[in-house]
């Protein structure tokens, strides 16, 4: 899950938070997890939401927006970069499309697979991203 947080936050101290807010949550209400599922598959999905949570905070966002890059693993400056605008791009998406969008082009899930984490359809998928790909396309037009 820390590594999941990660990737998404791009920062090793609000990852580790949301890993911990994610399991403290649990402790305190079991409930949440009604065990229909695989328990992994709860966590993935639950520290997927506080990650988008948490950058769609207002204080976070400016943080994040100031820094503009996460911490170097190794990787070339252009990828941090790209990273960097993801998540900015990300915060201008509504919450169902974002999710979808991490889910489909960060994590390579199928659009099945999207649909069973969202608990949709596998056609409402396909209009979730389709309307963030239109919706940052708008954005990105002079």
Avoid: W
């Avoid at 990737?7 to 580790?16: C, H, K, N, Y």
């Avoid at 993801?86 to 899930?109: H, K, N, S, T």
Wanted: aromatic share 4%; glycine share 6%.
């Amino acid at each position: 899950m820390l590594r999941r947080a990660r990737s998404i936050l791009g920062d090793e101290a609000d990852a580790r938070e949301v890993v911990q807010e994610l399991f403290t949550s649990l402790l305190a209400r079991p409930e949440q997890f009604s065990g229909t599922g695989s328990l992994m598959a709860f966590l993935y999905k639950a520290t997927t939401n506080l990650c988008l949570n948490r950058l769609r905070d207002a204080r976070t966002r400016g943080r994040l927006l100031a820094r503009r890059s996460p911490p170097q693993q190794g990787g070339a400056p252009a990828r941090a970069e790209s990273l960097a605008l993801v998540r900015e791009l990300l915060l201008r998406l509504p919450d169902e499309q974002a999710r979808a969008v991490v889910y489909y082009y960060v994590d390579e899930m199928s659009q099945a697979e999207v649909a069973t984490l969202l608990g949709c359809s596998r056609r409402h998928v396909g209009n979730l991203l389709a309307r963030a790909r239109a919706t940052l396309s708008q954005e990105a037009r002079p």
